[in-house]
């Protein structure tokens, strides 16, 4: 007997349901994106490794994707580097290309090549798969889906204010309740330069994020073990554990960082945002949070990260400001800010609250049953118009037993059946049936269309 085939570790393989579920989180994602003025692009799936490498970091660069060369890859290699078996350089000889780690360092090379035809400010989103070799574990894949928009070539915060609003506008729309997280890197800094240890403001952040997860005596262990002296640990302490209202959290930070022009400067761009965010009401909650610190080697202003409320799942939408996005390319000062919506957590939130509208995972409205040629082609004429109605409908292909058509409706879920035989073709009519009343009425063409519309 034949092996039983089977998918790649760390990639999920979709039915029907599942991809009518998924359809309806990119349409509301990419309804709203629209709404506020962003236009798609697609990028290739696999791109030059000299496009990807170096730009995640060393261990970025071992999650790649490559790959291998077609033809003789092995030409051009001498027996030296062969029996070196050093994989990353040999991986390099005979590799040329790689698939997408993620969307934004294509999203840069696009801007480069494309920057004669762009219009700046340049809004973008993409909605495509990304690959890493990561290892495969509960919530984590190889192989899954980023739904960006990004802002490039404008330094003003409208764009920031815009990205809330979509999020809360997406959020809203889906009925989950979120958390909107907001921080920004020059307060981090700010902190750091007035605590006396600027130079490890990266080790700080990473520390502190894991508040949430670890508690604050982990956290002070985890900064004392990366050499932050204890003086300068407890001028943090009442700074990590900042409370009270965005206003009374502001008013605070103005005072401590009155002496850093860098932490001021991070102060004024959150009061701007959330003032704003404010006048203009949101229908979620925003907070500011001083120990978000995601990315910090890769944002330079904003933060932002959204958490849901009603379910114990990590991050679900995050995203920032940065700065010289397309300077790895040869393309200085291309300011822009951008968020990324994580379409498998917001897949499993949805689930896990029932929250997905009935008509959007709902296949066919209607099944015709099929009793035989004449009857086919009278349901066949029927079925045109109520396909041109806009109602998703079908026949059962064969003149198969009313047993094993009525399964086939009760499997797939499809809530009306038209029944046609001799007397309904008489009569030019079709009798409608209710799957889940068992009701049967007799209805012309034109009264089914009402009735399922």
């Not at 502190?208 to 262990?221: E, P, Q, Y």
């Not at 029944?419 to 009425?441: A, C, D, I, R, S």
Request: glycine residues 8%; hydrophobic residues 40%; contains cysteine.
């Amino acid at each position: 007997m034949a092996a039983k085939p089977s998918i790649p570790k760390g990639t999920r393989d979709f039915s029907p349901v599942e991809m009518a579920k998924r359809n309806y989180i990119f349409n509301t994602i990419r309804e709203v994106y629209h709404l506020y003025g962003f236009q798609q692009i697609e990028t290739p799936a696999m791109e030059t490794l000299s496009t990807l490498m170096g730009k995640y970091g060393e261990e970025g660069d071992k999650l790649l994707f490559k790959i291998q060369n077609s033809g003789d890859y092995f030409s051009g290699l001498t027996d030296e580097e062969l029996l070196s078996r050093n994989a990353p350089k040999l991986a390099c000889k005979f590799c040329e290309k790689g698939l997408r780690y993620d969307l934004t360092v294509p999203f840069a090379r696009y801007v480069v090549m494309h920057r004669d035809e762009i219009t700046f400010p340049f809004k973008r989103y993409q909605i495509q798969p990304v690959w890493r070799a990561d290892r495969p574990q509960k919530g984590r894949y190889r192989e899954f889906y980023q739904c960006d928009a990004d802002v490039v070539g404008s330094d003003s915060l409208l764009n920031e204010v815009e990205l809330m609003q979509i999020v809360d506008t997406v959020f809203t729309r889906f009925g989950i309740r979120v958390c909107i997280k907001i921080n920004n890197r020059k307060i981090l800094s700010g902190i750091a330069e007035i605590i006396g240890e600027a130079e490890k403001i990266v080790d700080i952040t990473v520390a502190i994020d894991k508040l949430d997860k670890i508690g604050l005596d982990n956290v002070n262990a985890e900064l004392r073990e990366k050499g932050i002296s204890e003086e300068a640990i407890a001028k943090l302490q009442p700074i990590i554990l900042l409370s009270g209202s965005n206003e009374e959290k502001l008013a605070t930070l103005k005072e401590v960082l009155a002496s850093s022009e860098t932490g001021l400067k991070g102060v004024e761009e959150s009061e701007f945002i959330l003032s704003t965010l404010k006048s203009l009401g949101l229908q979620n909650e925003i907070e500011l949070d001083l120990t978000l610190a995601r990315g910090l080697n890769y944002y330079t202003g904003a933060i932002f990260e959204v958490k849901a409320l009603d379910v114990q799942i990590g991050s679900i939408t995050g995203g920032g400001r940065y700065d010289n996005l397309t300077g790895v390319f040869g393309m200085s000062g291309v300011s822009g800010v951008g968020i990324s919506f994580g379409a498998d957590r917001i897949f499993d939130v949805l689930n896990q609250l029932d929250l997905y509208p009935k008509e959007a995972v709902n296949g066919t409205q209607l099944l015709f049953i099929n009793f035989g040629a004449k009857e086919a082609a009278f349901s066949m004429n029927v079925l045109a118009q109520v396909r041109a109605a806009g109602i998703r409908a079908e026949i059962f292909p064969d003149a198969s037993k009313m047993k094993k058509q009525m399964g086939y409706a009760n499997a797939k879920a499809i809530p009306f059946v038209a029944l046609v035989g001799e007397n309904e073709m008489n009569e030019g009519k079709v009798t409608l049936k209710n799957m889940e009343t068992g009701e049967q009425k007799l209805v012309s063409p034109q009264e089914l269309i009402g009735e399922l519309n």
